[in-house]
């Protein structure tokens, strides 16, 4: 629930008494007018008609629009809404420095020249200091030398930052961190592309070196003559490879015959 202030609550009881309606609702419609800055309100509360809008002075919006009793009774809440937070410190006041207050930056910084919000990211510009709140956190970064004119949010829903100095855009995070966590920088696009799990081909044929081919060994002439020992030697072999089944009888045979005929 909404923390309110000893004042505030009793606000809340003294309305929440005379319009017959629940705490909830009443603080309800007092944060919605809040958020309008007393002149203006956006609301969705079940016990006034559901969604609705209300401005100051203008028209009164509810969800059952042919009510006049209901809009007349939320133009009148609201209008004492308004004025209650007008005169009466409703909410506690959030110390400088804290996420919600105002003065969000560190108080050691003073005041800035500087400040702005963009897509729940705020930033405030000091001397030689800028200061980012990003999601309740806040950090303080070193300008250096730059003098800066001005703090962009990248495009695209990332939560980096740049800003504009003498030197052209820079990004925040070139700058140096003094306290904070620092904001995100941006994604990276220019991965290198993944090696692929293609096989390996080999190159062509073309682009290869060629390996010389072995020279063609050629059968060494047999003598047309032999003596009885040389003969006798070559049968000696051929027999043993008939044995083994590597030469036929008849081939045996044949060899034998061409052997004796040249003793």
């Known amino acids: 629930m909404q923390q309110l202030t000893e004042a505030g609550q009793n606000i809340v009881n003294d309305l929440s008494s005379r319009y017959n309606l629940s705490h909830d609702a009443v603080i309800h419609m007092m944060v919605s007018v809040n958020n309008g800055a007393g002149g203006m309100a956006q609301f969705n509360c079940p016990e006034l008609g559901g969604s609705g809008q209300w401005m100051r002075g203008g028209m009164t919006m509810v969800g059952d629009m042919f009510n006049h009793n209901l809009k007349a009774t939320v133009d009148n809440l609201c209008n004492e809404l308004s004025s209650a937070l007008a005169s009466t410190q409703v909410f ?80 925040v995070n070139s700058l140096p961190v003094i306290s904070g966590p620092g904001v995100p920088p941006p994604p990276q696009t220019n991965f290198a592309a993944p090696a692929t799990n293609e096989p390996y081909s080999a190159p062509s044929p073309s ?57």
Do not use: C
């Open 92 to 171: 506690p006041v959030i110390p400088a420095g804290r996420p919600g207050s105002p003065n969000w930056w560190p108080g050691d910084l003073g005041i800035p020249f500087s400040t702005g919000a963009q897509n729940f990211i705020r930033y405030a510009v000091f001397p030689q200091r800028l200061a980012v709140e990003n999601n309740g956190q806040v950090t303080v970064y070193d300008t250096l030398d730059h003098s800066i004119g001005g703090v962009s949010q990248q495009q695209g829903g990332d939560s980096s930052l740049s800003f504009s100095s003498q030197y052209g855009t820079v990004s």
């Open 207 to 263: 682009i290869m070196p060629e390996t010389p081919a072995a020279p063609e060994t050629q059968p060494t002439p047999v003598p047309n003559t032999v003596n009885s020992n040389e003969a006798m030697n070559l049968l000696e072999q051929l027999g043993r490879l008939r044995d083994a089944g590597v030469v036929t009888q008849e081939e045996f045979d044949h060899k034998k015959r061409e052997l004796m005929a040249r003793i």
